[in-house]
């Protein structure tokens, strides 16, 4: 048993700070409340909300806060990119926050110095790295330095939790308790446990395309259940594209959805794969 722990748990015991306590109590709660609603009633509509909402995130957290906040992907005007931060609050997501953490991981990938790695144990990985990823609030601003210049983007990092604050409300006014605790609540869980597996079994498994620095691998059915940020060899062989999915049989919706926005005129200068970047790699 004691061999399982030190695979779990891997950092050295500390005493937990308010942030984590926090965070602990918030997410055994938001994973009881979808159990409780089951039992005093769920409806089909709360199932229903909960795709909806899911499907908001897919893009939300791997179009706006990955490919755009943390990697500059591509470009867009001031009123969209608030609208891109908005949709990624809904998760309790915070821009600044999470380019300035995701540009670290790539800094230090699969290192001590990483933000989540699978290296620093289980836990850290999935879940703890969310409430103490190790770095101050002002080395996080310091690796987020071009996003802090936009008053509304430094308002809602430090109200990040004020949008989910307000969907939680109006799901509530709109549904009841089923409503919240599955279709709002539901939605949180499927994001922030498809973000986690990203971190964890993307740099655990075998199908490595590329040879970088770190122990990234790409994974088939990551990237259907994410909507492409699976690809994850790819990504970090070359994080500054729009595309995770350098080849045309490789599913990324993610960027099929950039690239429409890119056709209507909501955001340009998307960033493409280079053939030379595609190409770099063994037959």
């Known amino acids: ?61 791997g179009g706006c806060l990955h490919r755009y906040f943390a990697h500059r992907a591509f470009k867009t005007s001031r009123a969209f990119q608030f609208i891109m931060c908005l949709l990624t609050g809904m998760t309790f997501g915070d821009p ?55 008053p509304e983007l430094m308002w809602m990092h430090r109200h990040y939790w004020v949008t989910p604050l307000i969907i939680a409300l109006i799901t509530f006014l709109s549904g009841g308790f089923s409503m919240l605790a599955i279709g709002y ?46 690809w994850h060899n790819n990504h970090h062989h070359y994080p500054n594209t729009a595309r995770a999915g350098f080849f045309w049989w490789e599913v990324d919706m993610v960027y099929y959805f950039v690239k429409l926005l890119a056709w209507i005129g909501v955001v340009w200068d998307v960033r493409e794969v280079p053939e030379r970047v595609k190409w770099d790699f063994e037959v």
């Open 185 to 230: 609540g539901g939605s949180i869980i499927i994001a922030l446990h498809a973000a986690s597996a990203i971190n964890y079994f993307c740099h655990k498994g075998r199908n490595r395309r590329y040879e970088t620095s770190d122990e990234s691998t790409n994974s088939l059915l990551l990237s259907l259940l994410t909507f492409g940020e699976g």
């Open 1 to 61: 048993m004691s061999q399982v722990l030190d695979a779990l748990i891997t950092r050295p015991a500390k005493r937990l700070n308010r942030r984590q306590v926090t965070f602990l109590i918030f997410v055994v709660c938001l994973h009881a409340l979808p159990w409780v609603a089951l039992f005093t009633g769920a409806r089909l509509i709360d199932g229903l909300v909960c795709v909806g909402f899911s499907l908001l995130y897919a893009f939300g957290l």
């Open 96 to 150: 600044i926050w999470f380019a300035g953490k995701h540009r670290i991981h790539h800094k230090h990938s699969d290192t001590a110095r990483d933000v989540h790695s699978p290296k620093q144990g289980f836990w850290f990985c999935w879940f703890g790295s969310v409430a103490d990823e190790g770095y101050s609030e002002e080395e996080i601003l310091k690796h987020a330095a071009d996003l802090t210049c936009y």
